[in-house]
């Protein structure tokens, strides 16, 4: 479980995080959820330590991300795997090398091993032969998936997902969607996703956290999610014509 | 502004630690290391040998010129040509050359995989980005700059004997003579520990500039100047450091 404490994150003078309190479950998809800019992904960085909020605690089953020496944060690292919103892949090594970096980096595996694990995480997420073409030569989406099956590569205890599904077709989205909840419930992942996609909220939203201009406004999960009364998380919502008609007629 | 200077200086040194920690894989290191030798030592070779063979050349045509008189022995063409050539004009001059050439390419490849998060993304990883990326380039540019310097030497020499035989001002024998003579190895040890420190500093402080951007692709050419900029500076002052000890 990750649980965060009276979180607040200055950058100079400007205040992008708010005194955030919230836990992320085990097992679980734990979804953020905001408009663009309200501090997502500053959040998200804060949880990893790629931030470090000016106050407040970031817990993993009650240690301190940010006061464990850089030895211990680095063995709690190796058991993270992060997306990041603009896939982050290395743009020196192929897909195939990609996938294959932390493998080679934290495991003993064999050669034979380690190729069939890229080969199923690729499958996963339905990339199949781009093994030799470099991130440079895919399209946006597809780097997004090439980036979660890195992620996914050594098993991570805990999957940070920073829109995955966003620059996605519906089709696609949904098969990442999928694939994300799976591999929560069957390893036992926290996974915690920022997303702004209203179908992923309500398909996989375990748990949602909804940040309005970096305040915490609401938690909740997808089942009441629809039926709040936070007036901002109601715009937020149902901002689109779509969604303004749907709610009509619930 | 002096202490902007400190803290950069104080960021630089701790840096170094950061790179200076044991390898996570030392196979994945040796890997790396091969592969940033092979970059920097092939690519550089034409551009080295081209520069030295013109620099050597001008360098024998220049002192001809200025020692043209009847009392001072002919061999002096020679024997000047060459102690400029080892001590200073290659171990400097081609030092100054590789901060253009190898020094840039690594403050960009750094700096663009900061920008591109790619940085970021090593850290979550539990890799230490700092010693990961940049110990291979460090370490690479100490072994490749000295035998790239090696080279240079051979070539202005090979330059200066050319213009020599060419344009006949003393003869190829006498410059031979001159060349040879008073040969101290020490010489050559002195130029290989200059171009030691600066292929150091050269890449460390490339990497450094790369590695401390904050921002977008903007950031990145300004940090290559100021790589640049201050990698050459510190070589020149360190030339005379160097110099003033071990002469
Ligand atoms: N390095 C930084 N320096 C200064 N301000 C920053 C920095 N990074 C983010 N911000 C500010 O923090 C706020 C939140 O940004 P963040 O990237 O977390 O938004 P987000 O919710 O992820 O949006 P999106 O959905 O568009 O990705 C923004 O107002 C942004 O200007
Ligand atoms: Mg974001």
Known sequence: ?250 | MIEHFFITVGDYFIFLKKVFSKPDKWNIFFKKLIFEMDAMGVGSMLIVSIVSLAMGSVITMQTAMQIESSWIPSWTVGFVSRTSIVMELCPTIISLLLVGNLGSRITAEIGSMRVTEQIDALEVMGINPASYLVLPKIVASVIVNPVLIIFSIFFAIVGGYATIAMTGCVTTYDFMDGLTYCFRVYDVVYALVKTFFFAFVMSSVASFYGYKIDGGALELGKANTQGIVVSSFIILILNVLITQIML
């Open chain 1, 1 to 250: 479980m990750i649980e965060l404490n009276n979180v607040s994150k200055f950058f100079g003078d400007k205040q992008v995080l708010f005194d955030i309190n919230t836990e992320f479950i085990e097992g679980k998809v734990n979804l953020i959820i905001g408009r663009s800019g309200s501090g997502k992904t500053v959040l998200m960085k804060c949880l990893v330590g790629l931030l470090s909020p000016e106050e407040g605690t970031v817990l993993y089953n009650n240690r301190n991300f940010h006061h464990l020496a850089s030895a211990e944060q680095q063995k709690l690292r190796a058991e993270m795997g992060m997306v990041f919103q603009g896939s982050a892949l290395f743009d020196s090594m192929t897909i195939h090398e990609n996938v294959m970096f932390p493998l080679d980096m934290f495991t003993n595996l064999s050669n034979e091993e380690k190729l069939d694990r890229v080969n199923f995480c690729l499958q996963r997420v339905d990339l199949e032969n781009v093994n030799r073409l470099y991130p440079a030569e895919l399209s946006g989406g597809m780097k997004k998936r090439a980036a979660i099956a890195r992620a996914i590569a050594c098993n991570p205890k805990y999957l940070f997902c920073d829109e995955p599904n966003s620059g996605l077709d519906p089709k696609t989205s949904l098969v990442i969607d999928e694939l994300i909840i799976d591999i929560t419930h069957e390893f036992g992942i926290t996974t915690v996703v920022n997303t702004h996609d209203l179908n992923s909220v309500i398909t996989i939203g375990e748990t949602i956290s909804f940040i309005y201009e970096g305040h915490l406004e609401w938690r909740g999960d997808k089942d009441n999610v629809l039926t709040s009364d936070n007036e901002n998380l109601n715009n937020f919502i149902f901002a689109q014509p779509l969604t303004q008609r749907l709610r009509q007629t619930l």
